[in-house]
């Protein structure tokens, strides 16, 4: 099956069953793929909760009490979530982890390579920081991107999935101790195998045409 093809066939799932589980190596290659999903100048400000029992789920269904408690059955039937979280600051210990880890994976062939790197990196923190000052948002479009390589990963992999923004923040990243860390929700995930009763199974996709999205030069 081409990406295509895929991306045709993937939607938004309603209902899960929650007797089907996810294998673990399909988890772990999900979870492979979002840490190697794209992020501007390889800044990759995320972190991602898994919760993978009903105690881990029960934590992340603490954020859809209230106004969003129509997501609840999403949570608690999936085989598996996960909490796409951003960074609050772009602070200098994650700054510097991340140059690291390119040093030992081998990304600077001399130094004028690192420090070019450096360089780069933070005149982008900077701009966002103190000229544009939408850091917050910046940070999570980098996450957005992971979140779309989950997506389309789950699908070519044969899991479904229903990304969430439908959940209270604060009483997310309060059960699951995300602010003190560092880190807040931006999206959930539920991962898992759809239910005979997920009506949006049964209905067509609904796509703008081509015409109304793609200009051609």
């Not at 991340?98 to 994976?105: K, P, R, S, T």
């Not at 997920?198 to 051609?216: H, I, M, Q, Y």
Request: aromatic share 6%; net charge neutral.
């Amino acid at each position: 099956m081409n990406l295509s093809t895929i991306a045709n066939t993937r939607y938004t799932t309603k209902a899960f069953d929650a007797d089907k589980k996810i294998a673990s190596p399909i988890i772990e290659e999900l979870l492979a793929l979002m840490r190697q999903a794209p992020s501007s100048v390889n800044s990759q400000p995320w972190h991602f909760v898994l919760a993978s029992d009903s105690a881990g789920k029960a934590r992340i269904a603490k954020g859809m009490e209230g106004g969003y408690t129509y997501n609840l059955p999403k949570v608690q039937n999936a085989s598996h979530v996960i909490v796409l979280c951003s960074r609050t600051d772009m602070d200098p210990v994650h700054l510097q982890a991340v140059l690291d880890q390119e040093g030992a994976d081998g990304r600077f062939v001399t130094d004028n390579a690192r420090e070019g790197q450096q360089a780069t990196r933070m005149m982008y923190v900077n701009m966002h920081r103190f000229d544009q000052k939408d850091l917050q948002a910046w940070m999570e479009k980098q996450t957005y991107l992971a979140l779309g390589t989950l997506l389309l990963g789950a699908a070519a992999l044969g899991v479904d999935a229903t990304p969430m923004e439908g959940f209270d923040a604060l009483k997310l990243d309060e059960a699951l101790g995300l602010r003190a860390k560092g880190f807040t929700s931006v999206v959930v995930v539920s991962l898992g195998y759809r239910s005979e009763n997920d009506f949006n199974a049964k209905l067509p996709k609904s796509r703008l045409p081509e015409s109304a999205v793609v200009t051609r030069l």
